[in-house]
């Protein structure tokens, strides 16, 4: 019984930091978010959380979103997950009669047209099944990949088994009917609660002006006042009644500091680990729609349309005059092209915010006249291709790169003739960093073997680079970049899904 009611309590406590977070977005530049719901009415199994936008917002997909409705679940551990037979039974949503799809094709029912302005989030903290079909049905943005679900095939097929389980459990006849039911769910599964959220929504309160949580108290002030404002019946909310509120209850941060004056910005690549931070920055660059977990849809798309993004972006937050803070959840490749598109000519203050293995988050923002001069690095040099014209760098600050990009390089055909390895005297591996002013240290040591080795070897030569690196480095890497000319960067394949080895990705400058 205790354990029944301590699990229903955090259960509880989730909906209201979700419903908190979810409220930031009122605030935050650039949205068009403008009223909030808690416990609203008639949306039936997405009434936990709702969020209302006028004008509505553009979604990842193109169409208007007026609406955002949320269903919260929280679990005290990971005894189910997600997969195809998930949506159709009530049990795993705590239900006793109604499935997930049919608690959405009620809404469906209520008004085709309003449905398809409105998005259905499930925020569960159980995984997805991993050996199920669904695992490859659900793209970055937790939206059904339609390409694949309705591939051409017949009911008799593995998706077609799908589709028709679907679609007899809804009582639907086509599976044009199927797609407009799914086509405005997203499954956002294995969701942080607990400490792993409380991070998130610190970043959110700190990025409007809000009083963070505090580590080291046992309560926060966000969750007995959703009780309160429940109590009261007061469950919707717009921006203008709500900061009323917060002020009352002495919320807001009064104080300036320096850090409540830099701006906030992110790129985005992959969602994993990264699934707030429309919320904890002021601008985002969001660019989920071009990858497919961490693989990228078409390889020209990097060229195409992710270089000409990047470029933009940094134009516009060079242009915002502050000290910025960084949220990089995005490849190497981009991480650095930021980097080379800002510049350190800019004049920009920068702060990286890094992650660490073990999932804490900190803020590396590098002081140069507290840069030490010792050497950091060893360095060798490989021969290749005698034919060849370009040069190659492997750098393995976290992982030793040298024999797997030896190996991409005697098999491919990309024209180098020589490679330069820079490894940490301390050896690779997370360690190997211990602050900004460390990666300072590192960056322009690098920097100047660069800029030698390259005037001798050959000075106009292409500069294909290969980095293991936390981002923080690979972005100020990239800011000192600009006297490296032509430059093609790499992706590995971590997850050996595609071609298990290095892939091009980028090419500077634009």
Known sequence: MADSVLAIQKGFEFQA??????????????????????????????????????????????????????????????????DVTALTDPSFIGA??????????????????????????????????RSDLLNGLIDNQGAIIFKRLFDGTTDKSKMGRV??????????????????????LRIRAN??????????????????????????????????????????????????????????????????????LSRSIGVRTFRKGAENLEAETDHLLCLLRHFESRHILDDSLWQNEVL???????????????????HLDTHTSTAFALGYFIGNKSGADIGIIQKSPKGGRSLWRPDEAKVNTGDQWLFSEDMMDSNGTDLAIAVSLSNDVSEATMQYLSIQPTGVYKILHAKPKSGSGFNAI?????????????????????????????LHLFISAPNAFTFFLGEHASGYGRIVLYEYDFEGLRSGTYVPSLNLPL
């Open 434 to 462: 211990t602050d900004a002013n460390h990666i300072l240290e590192y960056i322009l040591q690098l920097n100047n073997k660069i800029r030698s080795w390259k005037t001798v070897s050959s000075p106009t030569a292409k």
């Open 17 to 82: 930091k979700y419903f908190w977070y979810k409220a930031c977005s009122l605030y935050r530049p650039g949205s068009t978010a403008v009223e909030i719901t808690y416990e609203a009415d008639g949306i039936p199994g997405f009434d936990d959380i709702t969020l209302a936008f006028d004008p509505p917002r553009l979604s990842a997909y193109g169409y208007p979103v007026s609406r955002e409705c949320y269903q919260v679940k929280f679990h005290v551990d990971h005894s189910r997950a997600f």
């Open 191 to 260: 969701a942080s609660s607990g400490e792993m959220f409380d991070e998130p929504l610190s970043y959110a309160l700190a990025a409007i002006n809000l009083k963070p949580l505090s580590d080291d108290r046992r309560t926060n002030p966000y969750t007995s006042l959703i009780v309160r404002l429940h109590e009261e019946k007061t469950n919707k909310l717009d921006k203008h009644n709500l900061h009323t509120i917060l002020q009352q209850e002495d919320l807001w941060v009064t104080t300036t500091t320096s850090e409540n």
């Open 96 to 129: 006793t009669s109604e499935s997930l799809l049919q608690k959405l094709h009620k809404n469906f029912k209520l008004s085709p047209e309003d449905y398809s302005k409105t998005n259905y989030y499930i925020i569960n903290t159980w995984g997805i099944d």
């Open 308 to 326: 000409p993004a990047m470029f933009t972006f940094a134009e516009e937050v060079i242009g915002l005059g502050k000290p910025l803070t960084i």
């Open 163 to 184: 589709r028709k389980s679907w679609r007899d459990h809804l009582g639907l006849s086509v599976d044009n009917e199927l797609k407009a039911v799914l086509r405005q």
